[in-house]
């Protein structure tokens, strides 16, 4: 899949890469008193919730089912949303039908792009116990370990720059103790995780 054809199909949900860095600040830096999500508006209170809701997605891409082609600047638009903008125009995505497109090609790239979007929540933490906070920051965290290696395959310390920044992301969009205590561990062993995976032609 084309990077061409992510561009359009998320488009077509109302984003496109200048859309999102004008939304984001085009990856200015969004810790000058700024919320990162609305959900920090009521932290505390949030906590309070029920544990965190899940759509895995279609699954993890793989070499039968390949995820979607980034080019750099879509990647970065969309990596850099807020959490709850992006959890909004994942589950957008998810509600698409593939299988309802006639266009055989095209169908085949919306499911390629669903699968860039694969997410198991917070890997070997129980969904049980998170709050919905907790688990859209770890979304988040796992559309760009998914993505971030394959468009950063070709230069290493862009990739680590892209995975540290990840880590950053993940720890300030769960706020607190916690989202310190995961960016620590992020940092200290997510490097098994962020490994490219298979992408279309």
Do not use: W
Not at 135 to 162: E, L, M, S, W
């Amino acid at each position: 899949m084309g990077a061409a054809t992510v561009t359009l199909g998320l488009a077509g949900l109302g984003l496109s890469a200048t859309s999102a860095q004008a939304a984001t600040g085009g990856g200015a830096d969004r810790s000058a008193g700024q919320p990162q999500s609305a959900f920090e508006d009521n932290a505390g209170q949030y906590k309070d919730f029920h544990a965190g809701q899940l759509d895995e997605g279609p699954g993890a891409p793989d070499e039968s089912h390949p995820g979607a082609k980034f080019d750099q600047g879509m990647y970065k638009a969309v990596a850099g949303m807020d959490n709850q903008s992006f959890i909004t125009l994942r589950d957008a995505l998810l509600s698409q039908n593939p299988d309802a497109e006639p266009n055989p090609e095209l169908r085949q790239k919306e499911k390629e792009l669903q699968r860039s979007f694969y997410s198991n929540g917070c890997t070997g933490v129980p969904g049980s116990v998170l709050t919905q906070q907790e688990t859209n920051a770890c979304i988040q965290h796992d559309f760009r370990y998914t993505v971030g290696p394959n468009v950063y395959a070709g230069n290493p310390d862009a990739g680590k720059a892209d995975k540290a920044d990840a880590d950053r992301q993940l720890g300030d969009n769960i706020g607190g103790v916690e989202g310190k205590g995961a960016q620590a561990l992020t940092g200290a062993v997510g490097t098994i995780f962020y490994q490219p995976t298979p992408t279309a032609s």
